[in-house]
Every structure is written in structure tokens, then in C-alpha cells.
């Protein structure tokens, strides 16, 4: 829950308060993509390909100040911001989806997340954070209307792999720190459309902007055998 703990700009909140419609905003169009990892990303959210560069195989998105995707518990503002790179998957077969992140971690919440993205009212996130203890640690948001907010293991690393994998039922989330062995984070439902997006984004709710490179992306259209081992 990030009620009394972001001091966000008061512009921000401002904005906020007229998100009946969507504060994110998406492009899409063979003008705005690019191909990363043997995927073709042709969606964004909030300029997210014009924040994006490429080189060696290396994806960095830029986030400006102030940026993040949450919907308070309480329904009174969403933050819907932050730069996202989209990519449409066939969410009726299964799937598994790698990468590496490494953010910069200068401000609280700071972060580079992946996402399972249906619209801004639906949607998961799972991200290497910043925390309010300076640490960085790995956090998922599952969003329906509004978000939760999870923290999970403190990774004492700069860069983590994080996957995600469906069976078409039930979708798991794990990370690594070698990209070998996987420690499970959290499993959801699988109840989203047959239309789903999977995203990168950098945020910096806090701060004054940050970047985030992703790297070793790898898309198999196959589940893990093991939801429990994430192998």
C-alpha cells in the first residue's frame, strides 16, 4: 500500500483525480515498435518506445520524475505514468517469459518491472525495487480496480532475471539471481483474455527519474513443468 508513503507531486495527484478515463496513455503502430529478445513490442503506454534505446542486445527505458503504475487500495488515485513497452501474446496457449533487469536504484521505488498488461484497471506487475529501507527487493502489484502491494525476498544483487510462465490456467511469477535457479514469488489465476499484452517499464515514483536495461530476453511458448520451482 503506497498511502502515506509517496510525497508525490501535487501535479501528479492533480491528474489523478481525473483518471475516469485512463491516465496511461497508448500508441501503437508499426512507426512506434521495436524488436527485442525475437519479440516485436508495437504497444507503449505514455510514450514508452520513445523513452526505449537499443544496443548489443540491450533494452534501456528511461522513467521521468515522479512515474508509477498503482491504483491505491483505497480507490481515491491511481498513478499510471510510467513508461511501458507492450508486446501481444496469444494468452490461450502457454507461455514463458524471461529477462533481466537491472534499474537504478537512486530513490525510493525505483524500479524496472515486466507486466502482464489487459488495461489500465487490469493488470500484474513484477519488479526489482527500491524499498524504503534502501534495499533492493523483489515486488509484484496485481491489480483488479484497485492494487495490492507485496514485498517479497531482498535480493542484495543489482540486476535480477525475472519469469513469468502460464499454463493458460494459472500464471506463475519467480525470479533468479544466476538465471538457473528460480524461487517462486507468486501464482494468479489465469482468468485474463485471449488478448494479452506482456510489458518492460522503468518507474521512479519518489525520485527525480531513473533508467532501467533489460537484457537475455527469451519468449518459449511452453509453461514450467513445476509451478512450485519455476522449472
Do not use: C
Amino acid at each position: 500500500m503506497r498511502t502515506g508513503k509517496l510525497l508525490l507531486a501535487s501535479t501528479i495527484v492533480m491528474v489523478a483525480a481525473f483518471a475516469g478515463a485512463s491516465m496511461a496513455q497508448e500508441q501503437r503502430g508499426a512507426a512506434a515498435a521495436l524488436s527485442f529478445g525475437g519479440l516485436r513490442f508495437d504497444g507503449a503506454l505514455n510514450g514508452g518506445i520513445e523513452q526505449a534505446r537499443l544496443d548489443n542486445g540491450k533494452l534501456t527505458i528511461a522513467a521521468g520524475p515522479k512515474t508509477d503504475f498503482f491504483n491505491e487500495v483505497d480507490g481515491t488515485t491511481i498513478y499510471g505514468n510510467a513508461p511501458v513497452v507492450l508486446t501481444r501474446i496469444d494468452n490461450t496457449k502457454p507461455f514463458t517469459f524471461v529477462v533481466r533487469v537491472a534499474p537504478k536504484l537512486a530513490s525510493t521505488y525505483d524500479a524496472a518491472a515486466a507486466y502482464v498488461w489487459v488495461d489500465d484497471k487490469h493488470w500484474l506487475k513484477m519488479a526489482l525495487e527500491r524499498d524504503e529501507r534502501g534495499l533492493a527487493r523483489i515486488v509484484t502489484v496485481r491489480t483488479n480496480g484497485t492494487s495490492d502491494d507485496n514485498n517479497h525476498d531482498a535480493v542484495g544483487a543489482p540486476s535480477a532475471f525475472l519469469k513469468l510462465s502460464s499454463d493458460t490456467k494459472s500464471i506463475g511469477f519467480y525470479y533468479s539471481i544466476d538465471g538457473k535457479t528460480w524461487q517462486l514469488v507468486r501464482v494468479f489465476r489465469n482468468d485474463y483474455p485471449a488478448a494479452l499484452q506482456l510489458g518492460l517499464s522503468a518507474q521512479s515514483p519518489t525520485g527525480t527519474g531513473t533508467e532501467a536495461a533489460f537484457s537475455g530476453l527469451s519468449f518459449t511458448p511452453a509453461s514450467v513443468r513445476d509451478f512450485r520451482l519455476g522449472e
